[in-house]
């Protein structure tokens, strides 16, 4: 009986600390996400909405490819389309995570950023372990 006790103590360990979004020390706590209010159809750039679309999209993939490989887990870039419209992002991990976990971390900060700040023309999502930013113009990082 104390055996069948032990494994649902680990099993409620196992599910409350997948409900906080900790797993092996990656933390995917969302601690904030802010979406400009203005978006993509309300901008008329050249190619109106799809230039910046085109730059949000180019930009995400390469924030999921390149930060987790970056040394410091870091990443400042901008990428455009068509007649120059770009979009310009900010991407950090924590220094102490795996290249995996940096990864799955800003693949959860993307999930997170795109579920409330859809064709936003700037946003950023902080988790505990990462954070992202991008914006339709130059920033401090």
Same mark, same amino acid.
């Given at each position: 009986?104390?055996?069948?006790?032990?494994?649902?103590?680990?099993?409620?360990?196992?599910?409350?600390?997948?409900?906080?979004?900790?797993?092996?020390?990656?933390?995917?706590?969302?601690?904030?996400?802010?979406?400009?209010?203005?978006?993509?159809?309300?901008?008329?750039?050249?190619?109106?909405?799809?230039?910046? !679309?085109?730059?949000?999209?180019? #930009?995400?993939?390469?924030? #999921?490819?390149? +930060?987790?490989?970056? +040394?410091?887990?870091?990443?400042?870039?901008?990428?455009?389309?068509?007649?120059?419209?770009?979009?310009?992002?900010?991407? +950090?991990?924590?220094?102490?995570?795996? !290249?995996?976990?940096?990864?799955?971390?800003?693949?959860?900060?993307?999930?997170?950023?795109?579920?409330?700040? +859809?064709?936003?023309?700037?946003?950023?999502?902080? #988790?505990?372990?990462?954070?992202?930013?991008?914006?339709?113009?130059?920033?401090?990082?």
């Amino acid at each position: 009986m104390e055996t069948m006790h032990k494994w649902m103590a680990i099993i409620v360990m196992l599910w409350f600390f997948a409900a906080c979004g900790t797993i092996d020390g990656l933390d995917m706590t969302l601690k904030e996400r802010i979406c400009n209010g203005e978006t993509y159809a309300r901008h008329v750039w050249g190619f109106g909405e799809k230039a910046m !679309e085109c730059a949000v999209n180019r #930009l995400v993939r390469n924030i #999921l490819e390149m +930060t987790p490989k970056q +040394t410091s887990y870091e990443l400042y870039k901008s990428e455009a389309c068509y007649s120059g419209v770009s979009a310009i992002g900010f991407s +950090t991990c924590s220094a102490v995570l795996t !290249e995996d976990e940096c990864s799955q971390c800003i693949q959860q900060a993307l999930e997170n950023l795109f579920q409330e700040c +859809t064709h936003s023309v700037g946003a950023q999502v902080k #988790l505990v372990d990462c954070r992202i930013r991008y914006e339709n113009h130059d920033f401090p990082h």
